[in-house]
Nanobody, 117 residues
Framework: QVQLVESGGGLVQAGGSLRLSCAASGNIFNINVMGWFRQAPGKPRDLVAA???????NYADSVKGRFTISMDNAKKTVYLQMSSLKPEDTAVYYC???????????WGKGTLVTVPS
């Protein structure tokens, strides 16, 4: 089992910055990828950014150049540094851990990011 706990959400003005954190615990040995997804009201959950245990990264086009994902393997924590925030970034952000060998995904409960217009 893997447990994920997000933190760092809040209300930030447009153009501001925020850093999200997600701490993983439990049986984390077989985690291949960790990432962030977000879901805005009335919309599906979409990938924001992901990083593999080998250092590869992937970003949604809408956040490229503004968001940076990173991982601290020692602390078993993944981060999402967000800058130049826009009202369109308003959503609940969910941490994800993928165990490729088993085809399993674990999810955090989400943290709300609000960027008023």
């Amino acid at each position: 089992q893997v447990q994920l706990v997000e933190s760092g959400g809040g209300l930030v003005q447009a153009g501001g910055s925020l850093r999200l954190s997600c701490a993983a615990s439990g049986n984390i040995f077989n985690i291949n990828v960790m990432g962030w997804f977000r879901q805005a009201p009335g919309k599906p959950r979409d990938l924001v950014a992901a990083t593999s245990t080998t250092g590869d990264t992937n970003y949604a086009d809408s956040v490229k150049g503004r968001f940076t994902i990173s991982m601290d393997n020692a602390k078993k924590t993944v981060y999402l540094q967000m800058s130049s925030l826009k009202p369109e970034d308003t959503a609940v952000y969910y941490c994800n851990a993928h165990l490729g060998i088993y085809g399993l995904d674990y999810w955090g409960k989400g943290t709300l990011v609000t960027v008023p217009s």
